[in-house]
């Protein structure tokens, strides 16, 4: 089974302006929309399109949190969250707007995680298998230690629990000892760890093989429009480019990739079939307002890419 965390969930109000967005000033929205996640649950809300199971855990507050708890069930997702008795589930604004459909993202602050509610989340990770996947990504909340990643990552894999670990900086880099089954930075986060710009593939290559020895098993390094890098766990190197297309939303990319690429993994496939359905994921979300549907998914797998 595979297994999500979004610590930090939210609801994304989604607005698309005119032609520009003028600060100071009144713009009116020509469409708007409601998205539930938050990436664990992004990654969730794919596999589901791609038929795979799964289980969303994270937590939930206030009447957002119910809204967010009623949304997840309709769309068919089994969404096992965490009440927490203060604060409100947080909402992000995403503003699009030009030609180019430039986007303005305006995030909140989530709630307060108590060191009981995240006791709790630890408790039902303790139900987890050998060869279960768990899921880490996202922002980090209040209240919640800045190693919580390896709190949660260490047990686990000692068990034989395959953990994903999908974000930045020190909260990735601290749960590399833990041998994580796959890591994945994109390029700029990659860059960021070492502090340097990568400008080459060969120097991404270099860079995450220095994951892999400090322990990541697999490197999966996300490069916007030209598409993914993978590093697997036998040391070959598989690339794979973009398909073509128009980018409308960037928003839920690199979790739509996470997700198709562990759909791959949990259908037999081998690394570079599972890397090439990851990018047709994340690619089927950027060509869309929203997280990619499996009718665009099967199209893009059909083009030469």
């Not at 220095?210 to 598989?238: C, F, W, Y």
């Amino acid at each position: 089974m595979i297994y999500t965390v979004t610590l930090n969930p939210a609801i994304d109000y989604v607005m698309q302006l005119g032609d520009t967005l003028q600060p100071g000033a009144v713009n009116r929205a020509g469409h708007t929309a409601y998205q539930f996640g938050g990436k664990g649950i992004n990654v969730s809300t794919v596999l589901a399109r791609l038929g795979v199971p799964s289980v969303a855990l994270g937590f939930a507050a206030g009447a957002t949190g119910e809204w967010l708890a009623q949304g997840l069930a309709q769309q068919g997702l089994n969404a096992d969250l965490i009440r927490l008795p203060e604060g409100m589930t947080r909402i992000n604004v995403k503003l699009r707007a030009g030609p180019q459909g430039e986007e303005t993202e305006l995030n909140a602050m989530g709630p307060l995680i108590s060191a009981d509610a995240f006791a709790r989340l630890q408790a039902k990770l303790e139900a987890l298998q050998p060869q279960d996947i768990l899921v880490l990504s996202g922002s980090i909340p209040m209240g919640v230690p800045r190693d919580i990643y390896l709190r949660l990552a260490q047990p686990l894999a000692t068990r034989g629990v395959r953990v994903v670990v999908d974000t930045a900086g020190s909260a990735l880099w601290q749960t590399l000892p833990c041998k994580p089954y796959l890591v994945k930075p994109n390029h700029h986060e990659l860059g960021e760890l070492f502090g340097r710009d990568l400008r080459t593939e060969a120097e991404i290559v270099e860079r995450a093989g220095i994951l892999q020895r400090q322990g990541a098993r697999n490197v999966l390094v996300s490069m916007a429009g030209n598409g993914a890098l993978l590093l697997d766990e036998t040391g070959a190197v598989h690339r794979v480019g973009a398909p073509r297309g128009t980018v409308i939303n960037s928003v839920g990319a690199g979790d739509s990739m996470v997700a198709g690429f562990l759909a791959g993994i949990a259908c037999g496939k081998d690394y570079a079939d599972a890397l090439r359905l990851g990018i047709a994921c994340g690619s089927a979300t950027a060509f869309s307002l929203g997280l990619a549907e499996a009718q665009q998914i099967e199209q893009i797998l059909t083009t030469d890419f």
